[in-house]
């Protein structure tokens, strides 16, 4: 290979990288972020988004290049070159994809991690004596809150959601209050422990980019921070019967001062606030 | 297993069996003809399954749940998946080319077990008869293909029955035509022929075999018991009655996720047959391209729970399948860069077969990006049950197996009817397949990020426009069938002779008659040890391009 077809591929490859890199960061594709895993979430989409635009776009190019470039002629005869294989361009192409999908992985796990994923689901229910009473929790994002200790203000606000066809429920163990739709403060931490009466379904916020399915019998756990004010769908992930496409509900999100006055307007018992 | 050698069964079959088009309705031994039957089959079942989709996509082109009752709309998206996956792709792929073409490669003159052979194949239009007929007499099941409880526990019996009946006939039916497949590569292979001889092909079909006789036992047992959770109510997966519901889709994934994969590692197979005779090169890197085909069997099988990320399985699972997941694209990649480089440097008939190749690779890619993107848990978490996943296994089901078949038909056509396709028809079809597909597909990743569940009737009117335009890809490659249809018809007729070896193909299928005889050779089987051995020195390559005249002038 000749020096200066090197130069130019190796200036192809450049100019690949920035455009992916620039796609990848400047095409937006998610709708708004409005939980701290949302700003999470899209750090790790841009990023997915770059790679996967520079290696489908150069893939691309070198199909469409090798198919104009090496098209049979009209009346060309004769076969192509007699390449085998190539041992340094095999081990190349395996080593490089193998450490662009560990990089992805690694990094991956270190987004879950800041989500809160990697906290142990069943984290505080042992040194309780409602162990036994509380059931245990199969799966989900974050720890399961107890009840009984949130009465400081930093704590999770506890919310006990079940899910049946083709509605959701909200149970604020607080206030004893059970609502359609579920009302969060802007900036609090809210952990939302899952149950289905009947089949399974999910609980989607696509502006907080979680999901979690709502498990008969097998209680989840899904924790989460709003950070916008505002209304979002609740969506049923899951199909659940013929209705699942309508079971829907909406989250809304409000200033701390409307969360509480909408609180105390519905709360059955006096709780103190904070 | 001795069926297939002796030579005194060739009057015996000619007695026995009917000849002329006949045969295509009969209990038929003959490899080639069980591989016809169950291509012609498959394709019934691809348009009975692809009016099913236009269905869909009508029903989605208005957010509001108008053209079927809401139950009905649930059987037709489970009829869908049933019939594309178990009644088109995986007896297509599997049965339809692995019976025509795998004696032929390993030098034999028919399956090591003709009768199981015909067995197989004859179960599958009872089975798909019955799940396409449970519409019409009972209602089909509502539950998904991924039929998972408590719901298919909890919607109308019957038509859950059986859709379990007809899964668990075409899974036999699966399991019987892998033992043969094993069988006839390991043990039928022609004296002298070494395994790492075979066609690509071969390999592709040991791979896929050994996965269908690990999963597709744990499926029968699973809807075993799942359909003793709906006859005599026991609990298996029935939380109200103390059983697990998610204990269910680890079973069914351990089956499923194999499941892609004997979609699929096939049809990469077939590539590598079609590549290397249209470029006129040899394969490039056979050794990577096995120890690839037996890394993603071992990989695949370790996978299952990236169907679960947001089920109920706990953080250390969820991070264990992301890894095992994402190094899948390894061996898968490998395949890839090993068929760009079969493509370089080679002289390529730009045809109707090379192209539709080459629609695959560029659609899979796309697939299996953002399969890697599906892989991590926390991108999965938003957009599992969407759109987006929707969007991600049609580029690998449809712009990877799909394409794959179209591309196979066009270059085995001409040695299973001794007849050419008109090229024109075929890239027209080309054409438009890709357009339709991904102004089909393409957008539903958008829809999917955005807030669109899959499996619904009704949506919010904020995706009305992209949903339109999804149903009118979808509309265009329901047209695009109707090129196809009448240049295999047509063609079929009075296509132009095709002779036995139109592409100059060194694989032993060309080196009989088209139409091959009975029992495939006239004399005894040849000994191909180089399916691949295309290629010229880099010298009387160049001088073969500048010989000619009108490319002198535009590339020095
Ligand atoms: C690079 C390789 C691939 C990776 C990493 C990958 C990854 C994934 C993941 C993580 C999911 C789950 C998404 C979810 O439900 O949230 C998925 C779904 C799916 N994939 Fe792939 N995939 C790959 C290739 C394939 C291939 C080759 C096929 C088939 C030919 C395929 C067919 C499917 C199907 C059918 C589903 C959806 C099943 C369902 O829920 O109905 N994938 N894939
Ligand atoms: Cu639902
Ligand atoms: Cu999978």
Same mark, same amino acid.
């Given at each position: 290979?000749?020096?200066?077809?090197?130069?130019?591929?190796?200036?192809?490859?450049?100019?690949l990288v920035?455009?992916?890199?620039?796609?990848?960061?400047?095409?937006?594709?998610?709708?708004v972020d409005?939980?701290?895993?949302?700003?999470?979430?899209?750090?790790?989409?841009?990023?997915l988004?770059?790679?996967g635009?520079?290696?489908?776009l150069?893939i691309?190019?070198?199909?469409?290049?090798?198919?104009?470039?090496?098209?049979?002629?009209?009346g060309?005869?004769?076969?192509?070159?007699?390449?085998?294989?190539?041992?340094?361009?095999?081990?190349?192409?395996?080593?490089?994809?193998?450490?662009?999908?560990?990089?992805i992985?690694?990094?991956?796990?270190?987004?879950y991690?800041?989500?809160g994923?990697?906290?142990?689901?069943?984290?505080?229910?042992?040194?309780?004596?409602?162990?036994?009473?509380?059931?245990?929790?199969w799966?989900?994002?974050?720890?399961?809150?107890?009840?009984?200790?949130?009465d400081?203000?930093?704590?999770?606000?506890?919310?006990?959601?079940?899910?049946?066809?083709?509605?959701?429920l909200?149970h604020?163990?607080?206030?004893?209050?059970i609502?359609?739709?579920?009302?969060?403060p802007?900036?609090?931490?809210?952990?939302?422990?899952?149950?289905?009466?009947?089949?399974?379904?999910?609980f989607?916020?696509?502006?907080?980019?979680?999901?979690?399915?709502?498990?008969p019998?097998q209680?989840t756990?899904?924790?989460?921070?709003?950070?916008k004010?505002?209304r979002?769908?609740?969506v049923?992930?899951?199909l659940?019967?013929p209705?699942?496409?309508?079971?829907r509900?909406?989250?809304?999100?409000?200033?701390?001062?409307d969360?509480?006055?909408w609180?105390?307007?519905?709360?059955?018992?006096?709780?103190?606030?904070? | 297993?001795?069926?297939a050698?002796?030579?005194?069964?060739d009057?015996?079959?000619?007695h026995?069996?009917?000849?002329?088009?006949l045969?295509?309705?009969?209990f038929?031994?003959?490899?080639k003809v069980?591989?016809?039957?169950?291509?012609?089959?498959?394709?019934?079942?691809?348009?009975?399954?692809?009016l099913?989709g236009?269905?869909i996509?009508?029903?989605?082109?208005?957010?509001?749940s108008?053209?079927?009752?809401r139950?009905?709309?649930?059987q037709?998206?489970?009829?869908?998946?049933?019939?594309?996956?178990?009644?088109?792709?995986?007896?297509?792929?599997?049965?339809?080319?692995?019976?025509?073409?795998?004696?032929?490669?390993?030098?034999?003159?028919?399956?090591?077990f003709?009768?199981?052979n015909?067995?197989a194949f004859?179960?599958?239009?009872?089975a798909?008869?019955?799940?396409?007929?449970?519409y019409?007499?009972?209602?089909?099941?509502?539950?998904g293909?991924?039929?998972?409880p408590?719901?298919?526990?909890?919607?109308p019996?019957?038509?859950?029955?059986l859709?379990?009946?007809?899964?668990?006939?075409?899974?036999?039916s699966?399991?019987?035509?892998?033992i043969?497949?094993?069988?006839?590569?390991l043990?039928?292979?022609?004296?002298?022929l070494?395994?790492?001889q075979?066609?690509?092909?071969?390999w592709?079909?040991?791979?896929?075999?050994?996965?269908?006789?690990?999963?597709?036992?744990?499926?029968a047992?699973?809807?075993?018991?799942?359909?003793?959770?709906i006859?005599?109510?026991?609990g298996?997966?029935?939380?109200?009655?103390?059983?697990?519901?998610?204990?269910?889709?680890h079973?069914f994934?351990?089956?499923?996720h194999?499941?892609?994969?004997?979609?699929v590692?096939p049809?990469?197979?077939?590539?590598?047959?079609?590549?290397?005779?249209?470029?006129?090169k040899?394969?490039?890197?056979? #050794?990577?391209m @096995?120890?690839?085909?037996?890394?993603? /069997? *071992?990989? $695949?099988l370790? +996978?299952?729970?990236?169907?679960?990320?947001?089920?109920?399985t706990?953080?250390?699972?969820?991070?264990?399948?992301?890894?095992?997941?994402?190094?899948?694209?390894?061996?898968?990649?490998?395949?890839?860069?090993?068929?760009l480089?079969?493509?370089?440097?080679?002289?390529?008939?730009?045809?109707?077969?090379?192209?539709?190749?080459?629609?695959f690779?560029?659609?899979?890619v796309f697939?299996?990006?953002?399969?890697?993107?599906?892989a991590?848990?926390?991108f999965d978490?938003?957009v599992?049950? #969407?759109?987006? @996943?929707?969007?991600?296994?049609?580029? /690998? *089901?449809? $712009?990877g197996? +799909?394409?794959?078949?179209?591309?196979?038909?066009?270059?085995?056509?001409?040695?299973?009817?001794?007849?050419?396709?008109?090229?024109?028809?075929g890239?027209?079809?080309?054409?438009?397949?890709?357009?339709?597909?991904?102004l089909?597909?393409?957008?539903?990743?958008?829809?999917?990020?955005?807030?669109m569940?899959?499996?619904?009737?009704?949506?919010?009117?904020?995706?009305?426009?992209?949903?339109?335009?999804?149903?009118?890809?979808a509309?265009?490659?329901?047209?695009?069938?109707?090129?196809f249809?009448?240049? @295999?018809?047509?063609?079929?007729?009075?296509?132009?002779?095709?002779g036995d070896?139109p592409?100059?193909?060194?694989?032993?299928?060309?080196?009989t008659?088209?139409?091959?005889?009975?029992e495939?050779?006239?004399?005894?089987?040849?000994?191909?040890?180089?399916?691949?051995?295309?290629?010229v020195t880099?010298?009387?390559?160049?001088?073969?391009?500048?010989?000619?005249?009108?490319?002198?002038?535009?590339?020095?």
């Amino acid at each position: 290979m000749s020096i200066p077809s090197i130069i130019r591929i190796l200036l192809l490859g450049i100019i690949l990288v920035l455009g992916g890199l620039w796609i990848g960061q400047n095409v937006n594709l998610l709708p708004v972020d409005a939980s701290l895993n949302a700003a999470v979430y899209d750090e790790l989409f841009r990023v997915l988004f770059s790679i996967g635009t520079i290696l489908f776009l150069g893939i691309l190019g070198l199909v469409l290049f090798s198919l104009i470039k090496f098209r049979r002629r009209p009346g060309q005869q004769g076969d192509g070159l007699a390449l085998e294989g190539n041992l340094s361009l095999e081990v190349f192409w395996t080593a490089v994809p193998a450490v662009v999908v560990l990089f992805i992985g690694l990094y991956s796990f270190d987004i879950y991690d800041r989500m809160g994923g990697m906290v142990p689901l069943n984290h505080g229910a042992h040194d309780h004596q409602q162990m036994d009473m509380q059931q245990n929790i199969w799966g989900g994002i974050g720890a399961n809150v107890e009840v009984s200790n949130t009465d400081n203000a930093l704590a999770a606000l506890p919310v006990e959601v079940t899910a049946l066809q083709y509605a959701f429920l909200f149970h604020y163990p607080k206030g004893d209050i059970i609502s359609g739709e579920l009302h969060v403060p802007k900036g609090q931490l809210v952990s939302l422990r899952l149950e289905a009466k009947d089949v399974i379904h999910a609980f989607w916020v696509p502006e907080f980019r979680i999901k979690q399915d709502v498990i008969p019998g097998q209680p989840t756990v899904l924790n989460f921070t709003a950070t916008k004010t505002g209304r979002y769908s609740i969506v049923c992930a899951e199909l659940c019967g013929p209705y699942h496409g309508s079971m829907r509900s909406a989250v809304v999100v409000d200033e701390a001062d409307d969360y509480n006055t909408w609180f105390s307007n519905n709360a059955k018992t006096t709780v103190s606030e904070a | 297993m001795t069926a297939a050698i002796p030579p005194t069964s060739d009057e015996q079959l000619d007695h026995l069996q009917p000849t002329g088009w006949l045969r295509y309705f009969s209990f038929s031994l003959d490899h080639k003809v069980i591989g016809l039957q169950y291509l012609v089959c498959g394709f019934i079942f691809y348009l009975i399954g692809g009016l099913l989709g236009g269905a869909i996509r009508i029903e989605l082109a208005s957010p509001m749940s108008d053209f079927m009752a809401r139950d009905v709309y649930n059987q037709v998206l489970t009829l869908h998946g049933t019939v594309m996956i178990f009644l088109w792709i995986v007896p297509v792929v599997n049965g339809a080319f692995g019976n025509y073409l795998i004696p032929f490669y390993v030098g034999a003159r028919d399956m090591a077990f003709p009768r199981l052979n015909a067995v197989a194949f004859w179960m599958i239009p009872p089975a798909g008869l019955m799940l396409i007929s449970s519409y019409f007499i009972t209602g089909a099941a509502q539950s998904g293909w991924t039929a998972y409880p408590p719901l298919s526990i909890t919607t109308p019996a019957a038509g859950q029955i059986l859709w379990i009946l007809s899964v668990l006939f075409l899974g036999g039916s699966s399991i019987f035509g892998g033992i043969n497949f094993i069988a006839t590569i390991l043990k039928l292979r022609r004296p002298g022929l070494k395994l790492m001889q075979l066609p690509m092909y071969c390999w592709a079909m040991l791979g896929t075999s050994i996965l269908v006789v690990l999963s597709t036992p744990v499926l029968a047992g699973t809807l075993i018991l799942l359909s003793f959770d709906i006859v005599v109510h026991t609990g298996f997966f029935n939380p109200g009655l103390g059983g697990n519901a998610v204990v269910y889709q680890h079973l069914f994934w351990f089956y499923s996720h194999p499941a892609v994969y004997i979609m699929v590692l096939p049809a990469f197979g077939l590539v590598s047959e079609i590549l290397p005779a249209h470029c006129r090169k040899p394969l490039f890197g056979y #050794t990577t391209m @096995v120890y690839s085909i037996m890394t993603i /069997v *071992v990989l $695949g099988l370790v +996978v299952w729970a990236h169907h679960m990320f947001t089920s109920g399985t706990p953080p250390w699972m969820r991070l264990f399948f992301t890894i095992a997941t994402s190094f899948i694209a390894v061996p898968t990649g490998i395949k890839f860069f090993n068929w760009l480089a079969t493509l370089w440097g080679g002289r390529i008939s730009l045809n109707s077969a090379v192209l539709f190749s080459c629609g695959f690779i560029v659609n899979f890619v796309f697939g299996g990006i953002t399969g890697v993107m599906l892989a991590q848990v926390p991108f999965d978490i938003h957009v599992h049950d #969407t759109y987006f @996943v929707v969007a991600h296994f049609h580029y /690998v *089901v449809y $712009g990877g197996s +799909v394409f794959v078949i179209f591309a196979a038909i066009y270059h085995w056509y001409p040695k299973i009817t001794g007849r050419m396709l008109n090229e024109h028809l075929g890239r027209f079809h080309f054409l438009i397949t890709f357009i339709g597909f991904n102004l089909c597909f393409a957008p539903q990743h958008w829809l999917g990020l955005n807030g669109m569940p899959r499996r619904v009737a009704e949506y919010d009117p904020q995706f009305t426009f992209i949903n339109q335009l999804s149903s009118a890809g979808a509309l265009l490659m329901a047209l695009s069938t109707l090129p196809f249809l009448w240049n @295999v018809v047509q063609s079929a007729i009075n296509g132009p002779i095709a002779g036995d070896n139109p592409w100059k193909a060194l694989t032993p299928e060309w080196l009989t008659s088209s139409p091959p005889p009975v029992e495939n050779w006239t004399g005894e089987a040849p000994l191909v040890t180089e399916p691949y051995g295309y290629g010229v020195t880099e010298e009387q390559f160049q001088k073969t391009a500048t010989n000619n005249s009108d490319r002198r002038s535009s590339d020095q």
